[in-house]
């Protein structure tokens, strides 16, 4: 961006309306005070406004005082000393702002599947921009509308789906997420027993590169898929080939940040989720520049970009909507567990403080994994598994299993003092909203024990070690599906 390019954001630290916090926002409900709100600690009290870099380093030279200390609190190269003040410049805020309630407006199109039409393929998309958006969100607006054209086609040739597809088009994202987490709340019990998975996308092009994050069970599909699809930038290599050119392996990211309109169904209810999309950071994000004209001659000239994502987007709906055995894998999720604990042992902890019980119950969940893996396979390959494929309440209760394995990584409890966050392995980071933390409970823990350290703080670690140990001891009981 130019000097003179500003980039805007919501300031608010919460997810969905903020006056009815863990209930549906809806006409006529239950609303708490602006005073509730304000002592909530979700919302700013110091009214604040985004600035350019041109504005703001002529506001700063003219701060004098003391020098501040440390190097995070001096610029790069050729930039101003930063100094703490007080004066002798002066800035005038004008705030005109409206606090009110207004009505935003959620787009649901439905495909209803015929042999389970009661489990649900979610694809989610929001509708709502800062400025015009054409990277975030409008790219992802217009894969979903093409992935949706895609579908009808099908149908037009005689598709059906086995499940029942969803498309949502969300409103009001950008203030926090609002549309999303709202539907969310309203339909928590339904969503909670049916949705197969949700998959995201928000920004689907800010530039080259393929990047995916995903609740581990996904990976091995979204690698499958991601083998099916051409490279938009190179036509005689796959998606995946140039996902893994640095590397031996692609990197997939987590949801553990709040960052789009899939924390509502992973962080709050549980559901297997992804989020695709092409280029990683991009210059005008939040930005007047982000625009067509950006989009045609920087993001993606020819468009290809914006056709692989809906590939992907649509092959992978497709493989979750029509495979008669989910294509879930926990094992890759008991090596992502695995490698979130073997980072907590690095971390300097009070001798108070044992990982037993969380290591004991990763192991026991590699086991569960392992074991419907193999029930898997037994299904498949065994002489008598097309009699098997008629008894429709065994792959039923199979993918039923599958399925709820993520719910049993939530707490209703929630995390401590952020109880709308019920997922102990996947949350936002408490100082970081875009952060993703493994086990944030204990993440918070630890910190808030390093700050006081005292053994009351330390044995709250390890109550959270405890909690975290306990639920994955309840997915491993669903995975393997027997009663203790």
């Given at each position: 961006?130019?000097?003179?390019?500003?980039?805007?954001?919501?300031?608010?630290?919460?997810?969905?309306?903020?006056?009815?916090?863990?209930?549906?926002?809806?006409?006529?409900?239950?609303?708490?005070?602006?005073?509730?709100?304000?002592?909530?600690?979700?919302?700013?009290?110091?009214?604040?406004?985004?600035?350019?870099?041109?504005?703001?380093?002529?506001?700063?030279?003219?701060?004098?005082?003391?020098?501040?200390?440390?190097?995070?609190?001096?610029?790069?190269?050729?930039?101003?000393?930063?100094?703490?003040?007080?004066?002798?410049?002066?800035?005038?805020?004008?705030?005109?702002?409206?606090?009110?309630?207004?009505?935003?407006?959620?787009?649901?199109?439905?495909?209803?599947?015929t042999e389970?039409?009661?489990?649900?393929v979610?694809?989610?998309?929001?509708?709502?921009?800062?400025?015009?958006?054409?990277v975030?969100?409008?790219?992802?607006?217009?894969?979903?509308?093409?992935?949706?054209?895609?579908?009808?086609k099908?149908?037009?040739?005689?598709?059906?789906?086995?499940?029942?597809?969803?498309?949502?088009?969300?409103?009001?994202?950008?203030?926090?997420?609002?549309?999303?987490?709202?539907?969310?709340?309203?339909?928590?019990n339904m969503?909670?027993?049916?949705?197969?998975?949700?998959?995201?996308?928000?920004?689907?092009?800010?530039?080259?590169?393929?990047?995916?994050?995903?609740?581990?069970?996904?990976?091995?599909?979204?690698?499958?898929?991601?083998?099916?699809?051409?490279?938009?930038?190179?036509?005689?290599?796959?998606?995946?080939?140039?996902w893994?050119?640095?590397?031996?392996?692609?990197?997939?990211?987590?949801?553990?940040?709040?960052?789009?309109?899939?924390?509502?169904?992973?962080?709050?209810?549980?559901?297997?989720?992804?989020?695709?999309?092409?280029?990683?950071?991009?210059?005008?994000?939040?930005?007047?520049?982000?625009d067509?004209?950006?989009?045609?001659?920087?993001?993606?000239?020819?468009?290809?970009?914006?056709?692989?994502?809906?590939?992907?987007?649509?092959?992978?709906?497709?493989?979750?909507?029509?495979?008669?055995?989910?294509?879930?894998?926990?094992?890759?999720?008991?090596?992502?567990?695995?490698?979130?604990?073997?980072e907590?042992?690095?971390?300097?902890?009070?001798?108070?403080?044992?990982?037993?019980p969380?290591?004991?119950?990763?192991?026991?969940?590699?086991?569960?994994?392992?074991?419907?893996?193999?029930?898997?396979?037994?299904?498949?390959?065994?002489?008598?598994?097309?009699?098997?494929?008629?008894?429709?309440?065994?792959?039923?209760?199979?993918?039923?299993?599958?399925?709820?394995?993520e719910?049993?990584?939530?707490?209703?409890?929630?995390?401590?003092?952020?109880?709308?966050?019920?997922?102990?392995?996947y949350?936002?980071?408490?100082?970081?909203?875009?952060?993703?933390?493994?086990?944030?409970?204990?993440?918070?823990?630890?910190?808030?024990?390093?700050?006081?350290?005292?053994?009351?703080?330390?044995?709250?670690?390890?109550?959270?070690?405890?909690?975290?140990a306990r639920?994955?001891?309840?997915?491993?009981?669903?995975?393997?599906?027997?009663?203790?």
């Amino acid at each position: 961006m130019p000097p003179s390019g500003v980039q805007v954001g919501s300031v608010y630290g919460g997810a969905g309306d903020p006056t009815t916090p863990g209930w549906p926002s809806s006409e006529g409900c239950e609303r708490i005070s602006d005073e509730e709100v304000e002592k909530s600690g979700d919302v700013p009290l110091i009214p604040s406004l985004p600035i350019s870099w041109a504005d703001g380093d002529v506001i700063i030279r003219t701060v004098d005082g003391e020098v501040g200390n440390g190097g995070d609190w001096q610029g790069g190269k050729d930039s101003p000393v930063y100094r703490v003040g007080p004066g002798p410049g002066v800035v005038n805020l004008t705030y005109k702002g409206k606090q009110v309630v207004s009505k935003i407006d959620n787009v649901v199109g439905i495909i209803e599947g015929t042999e389970e039409p009661d489990r649900f393929v979610i694809l989610g998309n929001h509708r709502d921009a800062w400025t015009f958006g054409a990277v975030d969100p409008n790219s992802g607006t217009a894969c979903l509308l093409e992935v949706a054209e895609r579908m009808y086609k099908l149908q037009k040739k005689g598709w059906k789906p086995r499940r029942t597809i969803i498309f949502c088009n969300w409103d009001a994202e950008e203030y926090g997420l609002i549309g999303s987490t709202e539907w969310v709340e309203e339909n928590r019990n339904m969503l909670g027993s049916k949705v197969v998975a949700y998959l995201n996308v928000d920004v689907a092009v800010g530039g080259p590169g393929f990047e995916a994050s995903a609740t581990p069970q996904l990976d091995e599909l979204l690698v499958h898929v991601a083998k099916q699809v051409m490279d938009p930038d190179n036509s005689s290599q796959s998606v995946y080939d140039s996902w893994v050119s640095s590397t031996n392996n692609p990197k997939m990211g987590r949801l553990g940040g709040g960052g789009s309109d899939y924390a509502a169904f992973v962080q709050h209810i549980g559901v297997p989720s992804a989020d695709l999309s092409f280029g990683g950071g991009y210059p005008v994000y939040h930005s007047m520049y982000d625009d067509f004209t950006w989009m045609k001659k920087f993001g993606d000239p020819m468009f290809q970009r914006h056709v692989a994502v809906a590939s992907l987007w649509g092959l992978v709906a497709l493989k979750l909507a029509d495979d008669e055995l989910l294509p879930f894998n926990y094992h890759s999720y008991a090596l992502e567990l695995q490698k979130s604990a073997e980072e907590l042992k690095d971390r300097e902890l009070n001798k108070v403080v044992t990982l037993v019980p969380l290591l004991k119950s990763i192991s026991e969940f590699e086991k569960a994994a392992t074991k419907i893996n193999d029930e898997r396979e037994a299904l498949i390959e065994s002489k008598g598994w097309k009699s098997m494929w008629k008894d429709g309440h065994k792959i039923r209760e199979f993918n039923d299993r599958l399925m709820m394995g993520e719910r049993a990584f939530t707490d209703r409890e929630g995390l401590s003092g952020r109880s709308w966050y019920k997922h102990l392995i996947y949350a936002p980071s408490k100082h970081d909203d875009y952060g993703s933390k493994s086990f944030p409970g204990i993440d918070d823990a630890i910190e808030k024990a390093k700050s006081v350290n005292t053994t009351e703080s330390w044995l709250s670690v390890q109550h959270e070690i405890w909690r975290v140990a306990r639920v994955i001891t309840q997915a491993s009981l669903c995975l393997v599906g027997k009663l203790t």
